[in-house]
């Protein structure tokens, strides 16, 4: 059963039962009809209903639940196409995402009059800037580049009434948070209704709620209520000897904030921490092989919080806790079947949500298989990222913080700058010159993404998204005018 757990401060417990397809109103339908819909999909079902009623939500849905559509079809009873305003943004992690949201709103609400562009960084301003100008109804994009249009003014959030964070966990992941919060700064001071989606709910994506919604109410689809404590166990299936490339692979792409890695042996250990330490992360070794006082720095940067990757043995990780631990990521399956739970279990405590994968070379489908129903896991199977996915991945990464630093630079920084322009130009028009290119962006990955991303800290907790950014109009007010002198 589909139901919702209400905040105690609330006082109530106002569950909305699901609906179906031809539950919903004409409109509704006949969009649906438009999509080639023959019914709902579960979160469809789920969460309309809510979004209908303006209730301000936070869904547990992951990538290909159906959860595009459940956030644009009440757009269609929520929202004036008569009015050629931005009254809903849509916030995603990826410019491929915003691109496929945005074919959808066209497809769902197109034929009722509304508009829908997306925005994202590594093109250029030209048409976007038209298409908000003209007046679009439904605003698409990445965090950066919204905040760009916000900050040169070329649409506003005035008469926004719909605010969605599709995908958060990635949004995080990818470093917009930001510019999440920097943007806030620019939503209307009156109630927006405002939902996230989330694969997962780690406490990075709790606070950020918190920061953006006043009292969200939680959805689950798969009980009675939202499973941030439960663990997500994920499979990689590949040869035993591209483990190593296959590890830093995984770690581009879901860029953990902290993450224990267990090998079997502490040979294995310390190859894997010089693996990762050529790739430039902030990787340690923990084995019976450290001496007393290398065994002590490690702890210390264990228990402050400062070490993001620890390589490490059942042994040497025994009686080790690290705070908000995101990620375990089993190198090499246990030897004994016990031990697996030993591992997984690191994640997802205090009521946070954690991933524990597992990459299983060719020769321990056996292993995997007795682990599965000793325990009766349920493993999620996934295909390992390919050098193309992983490319993809970081360049967004990397253009979405590029951006987030020009934006920063004040005119004098800016006039500095354009001493290099003609070099630029010259560098990109021969290969030579797009070695030297590549190695700058290399070395600037490097150095910004291979320390932990920004995450939200604890804090207070706020009202919601307007009235944050009603408390912070001084200070908005403050950053308008420091643009406007750099300007």
């Known amino acids: 059963m589909n139901t919702i757990t209400t905040p105690v401060t609330n006082g109530l417990q106002n569950i909305l039962t699901g609906v179906s397809l031809d539950q919903l109103s004409e409109p509704l339908r006949a969009a649906a009809a438009r999509a080639g819909w023959t019914q709902l999909m579960p979160v469809q079902a789920s969460t309309i209903p809510y979004l209908l009623a303006g209730r301000r939500m936070m869904i547990q849905a992951r990538t290909g639940s ?8 009440p757009m269609l009873e929520r929202l004036d196409p008569t009015r050629d305003l931005c ?3 849509v916030l995603t992690p990826t410019r491929e995402l915003a691109r496929q949201v945005t074919e959808e709103a066209e497809l769902l609400c197109g034929p009722a009059g509304f508009r829908a562009v997306a925005v994202y960084g590594g093109v250029s301003y030209g048409s976007q800037n038209d298409a908000l100008r003209g007046g679009t109804h439904i605003v698409v994009g990445t965090p950066g580049r919204v905040l760009d249009h916000l900050l040169k003014r070329t649409f506003t959030l005035k008469h926004l009434k719909m605010l969605v964070f599709d995908e958060a966990d990635r949004m995080l992941s990818m470093g917009f948070y930001p510019d999440m919060r920097e943007m806030q700064r620019y939503l209307p001071e009156h109630p927006v209704d405002t939902c996230m989606f989330s694969a997962t709910f780690p406490p990075s994506v709790l606070r950020t709620a918190r920061q953006f919604i006043r009292d969200p109410e939680f959805l689950s689809l798969s009980s009675d209520h939202v499973h941030v404590t439960e663990t997500e166990h994920v499979t990689y299936t ?4 591209e483990k190593d490339r296959g590890l830093v692979r995984l770690i581009e792409v879901e860029n953990p904030t902290s993450a224990i890695i267990f090998c079997n042996t502490k040979m294995r250990v310390h190859y894997v921490t010089v693996v990762l330490q050529r790739f430039g992360y902030d990787a340690d070794e923990l084995s019976s092989d450290l001496s007393q ?14 070490l993001r990757f620890l390589v490490a043995t059942d042994v040497a990780a025994r009686g ?6 995101s990620h375990v990521i089993l190198y090499e399956l246990p030897e004994d079947v016990e031990s697996y739970i030993h591992r997984a279990g690191r994640t997802g405590r205090a009521g946070a949500a954690g991933v524990a994968i597992s990459l299983v070379g060719l020769t321990e489908q056996f292993a995997l298989k007795r682990i599965v129903q000793h325990y009766s896991i349920d493993m999620e199977a996934r295909q390992m990222p390919t050098d193309e996915d992983v490319a993809g991945v970081v360049t967004e990464r990397l253009t979405a913080l590029l951006e987030a630093r020009l934006r920063a630079r004040d005119k004098l920084q ?4 354009r001493r290099f322009a003609s070099l630029a130009r010259s560098l990109a028009e021969d290969e030579e010159g ?3 290119i590549t190695m700058l962006l290399d070395d600037d990955y490097q150095q910004m993404l291979h320390a932990p991303v920004p995450r939200p800290a604890d804090e207070p907790r706020p009202a919601d998204a307007e009235s944050t950014a009603a408390s912070a109009a001084g200070t908005g007010e403050k950053s308008s005018r420091r643009r406007s002198r750099r300007r």
């Open 414 to 417: 800016a006039e500095r700058s």
């Open 66 to 73: 159906g959860k595009t559509g459940a956030y644009l079809l």
């Open 238 to 241: 590949l040869p035993d000897m």
């Open 87 to 89: 009254q809903a943004l």
């Open 434 to 436: 797009l070695e030297i």
């Open 293 to 306: 006082k290398d065994r002590d720095r490690v702890l210390k940067r264990v228990r402050q919080g400062q």
């Open 320 to 325: 080790i806790d690290i705070p908000e631990l």
